[in-house]
C-alpha cells in the first residue's frame, strides 16, 4: 500500500515541486458509474481518507514490530507447467502464476524501497523468493494500480526489456508505462476481458482502493483485481483492497467456479484509517467465503511495514479468524516465499 509515500509525497509538495514530477498521467476518457470525467470511485463512493487523517495518524501512530529476514536458498522457477495450476509466492503482492502453460506475473515489485526514491520510503524486509533474473519467460504481466508498492517502475521495466509480456493494466495506467518506454499495454476497465489464448482470458474486477504516485494524481486513474478465467476453475488476483458486503458477493455469483484466490491480509491497522482501503485478516476471511473461492493464498504482509501492523502480526490474526470460522487452515494457505504450490 502507499499510505506512508502518500503522506511523504504531501509533505514534499509543500516544499517544492516534487509532488508534480512524481505524479503520474491522469486518465481522460467517457464518465461511468465509477469515473466522473476527473477521478474515479470506489463501489458505493466509499473513500481513502484524506490529508488531516494522515497527519493524525502519524501523530498517534504506534507500529508493529518488524525485524530484516535474511534470503535463505532460493531456485529457478520451472520454465512453464502445461496442465493445471502452480502459483510461486515471490513477495508482498507479487506472484508467479503458471497455468496451463502460460506465465503471468502480478504486480513485479523487487526493489529494495518502495519509494520514487531509494533512500527513503518503506524498506524490504523479506527479501524476494525468486529473484528477477530466474524468472522464467513471462508470457503476461498484470499491474493491479499504480501505488509504488505495486507498480515498481524499475522492475516492470526490466521485465519489459528481457520478455517483452503483454502487459494488462486498469485504464490510465497505460500511459505512465508509455512514459517509461514501455509501450503497448492495455488499459481494462471493470468486468472488462483479454484474450490470451483459446483457454485463457483475463477480466478485470472491482476492488476497493485509490490510486496515485504523487500529489496532483489521487484517484486519477483506475484500481481493480483480476480474474484468470479457465475451464479448470479460475484464478482471483484481488490486488489492493478494502471489504464491503457487496462487491465480493457479486464477484463470487459472476465468477464462479473460483479455483484460487489471492487475498490481501496485511497493512490494516490501525482500522480506523486503513479499512476504507486495507481488508483485514478477518475481512479477508470474510472474502474467501463470499467469493467461494475453493482454495486462497495470503498476499500483502510482511515485506513492507507500510500501517501498523506488525510482521507476523497477520498471519496469527488469519489464523485466529479461520478457526473462530470454523475454515480449514489448509483451504487458506500462508505460502513460503520462493516455493511453488500446485492446485
Known amino acids: 500500500m502507499f499510505i506512508f509515500l502518500g503522506a511523504l509525497a504531501l509533505c514534499l509538495s509543500l516544499i517544492g515541486s516534487a509532488g508534480y514530477f512524481i505524479s503520474g498521467p491522469k486518465y481522460k476518457g467517457p464518465v461511468s458509474d465509477h469515473f466522473d470525467g476527473r477521478r474515479f470511485i470506489n463501489p458505493g463512493s466509499i473513500k481513502a481518507k484524506g490529508f488531516r487523517e494522515v497527519l493524525k495518524w502519524m501523530v498517534t501512530r504506534k507500529q508493529g514490530e518488524w525485524k530484516e529476514v535474511r534470503a535463505g536458498n532460493r531456485e529457478k522457477p520451472a520454465s512453464r507447467f502445461d496442465n493445471g495450476i502452480r502459483i510461486t509466492f515471490v513477495n508482498h503482492s507479487t506472484f508467479l502464476i503458471q497455468v496451463d502453460g502460460v506465465n503471468i506475473i502480478t504486480d513485479p515489485v523487487f526493489s529494495e524501497r518502495t519509494s520514487p526514491v531509494q533512500w527513503a520510503g518503506p524498506r524490504r524486509m523479506r527479501p524476494p523468493g525468486v529473484l528477477l533474473e530466474d524468472l522464467p519467460a513471462i508470457d503476461v504481466l498484470i499491474l493491479s ?166 510482521q507476523t502480526e497477520p498471519v496469527v490474526e488469519l489464523n485466529r479468524a479461520l478457526q473462530e470460522s470454523g475454515i480449514d487452515p489448509e483451504t487458506f494457505l500462508v505460502l513460503k516465499e520462493g516455493v511453488p504450490r500446485e492446485f
Open 145 to 310: 494500480h499504480n501505488h509504488w508498492d505495486h507498480l515498481d517502475r524499475a522492475a516492470v521495466k526490466e521485465i519489459y526489456a528481457l520478455h517483452h509480456p503483454k502487459i494488462i493494466t486498469p485504464l490510465g495506467v497505460k500511459a505512465l508505462l508509455d512514459r517509461e518506454g514501455v509501450t503497448g499495454a492495455k488499459d481494462v476497465d471493470w468486468w472488462q476481458e483479454v484474450e490470451i489464448n483459446s483457454q485463457l482470458k483475463i477480466q478485470s474486477i472491482p476492488a476497493q482502493h485509490f490510486s496515485g504516485r504523487g500529489t496532483f494524481d489521487r484517484d486519477a486513474t483506475l484500481w481493480c483485481g483480476y480474474m484468470i478465467l479457465r475451464r479448470g476453475g479460475n484464478i482471483y488476483f484481488a490486488g489492493d483492497t478494502g471489504y464491503n458486503d457487496q462487491t465480493f458477493k457479486e464477484i463470487g455469483e459472476r465468477c464462479a467456479p473460483i479455483q484460487v484466490a489471492l487475498l490481501p491480509i496485511g497493512a490494516y491497522k490501525p482500522k480506523w484509517f486503513m479499512s476504507p482501503i486495507h481488508c483485514s485478516p478477518d475481512e479477508a476471511v470474510k472474502i474467501h467465503r463470499e467469493v467461494r473461492s475453493k482454495n486462497s493464498i495470503a498476499t500483502h504482509f510482511g515485506t513492507f511495514p507500510l500501517a501498523d501492523d506488525g
